[in-house]
């Protein structure tokens, strides 16, 4: 089982790019195919990107395509998290997920057993 550490979270104004790295333990990253999610205060945690053990398949909420890129890197073991263009709206606390499944169940499953999760990084985006 893997073990995530989520960085790169910030303050940021409207406009402005941040990008989140999570970065695993474990010799199996790219055994995983890895995801993205967040919450914001008083809401329900939501999805907001995932991408397959090689890649090669990407998965983005509607809230965020076009301006939030998902990417990963299987030799450092982490995964990437580019966000531009970023509004008061994207301000939550991401997530990263791993799990030995295809990126479209990280897309469009909330959890699952045998998910892991990391400790999350606060984005605030100010207006």
């Known amino acids: 089982q893997v073990q995530l550490v989520e960085s790169g979270g910030g303050l940021v104004q409207a406009g402005g790019s941040l990008r989140l790295s999570c970065a695993a333990s474990?010799?199996?990253?790219?055994?995983?195919?890895m995801g993205w999610f967040r919450q914001a205060p008083g809401k329900e945690r939501e999805f907001v990107a995932a991408?397959?053990?090689?890649?090669?398949?990407?998965y983005y909420a509607d809230s965020v395509k076009g301006r939030f890129t998902i990417s990963r890197d299987n030799a450092k073991n982490t995964v990437y998290l580019q966000m531009n263009s970023l509004n008061p709206e994207d301000t939550a606390v991401y997530y990263c997920?791993?799990?030995?499944?295809?990126?479209?169940?990280?897309?469009?499953?909330?959890?699952?057993?045998?998910?892991?999760w990391g400790q999350g990084t606060q984005v605030t985006v100010s207006s």
């Open positions: 997920a791993a799990e030995v499944a295809t990126a479209r169940t990280i897309a469009t499953m909330p959890n699952t057993p045998t998910r892991t």
């Open positions: 474990g010799r199996t990253f790219s055994s995983y195919a």
């Open positions: 991408i397959s053990w090689s890649g090669g398949s990407t």
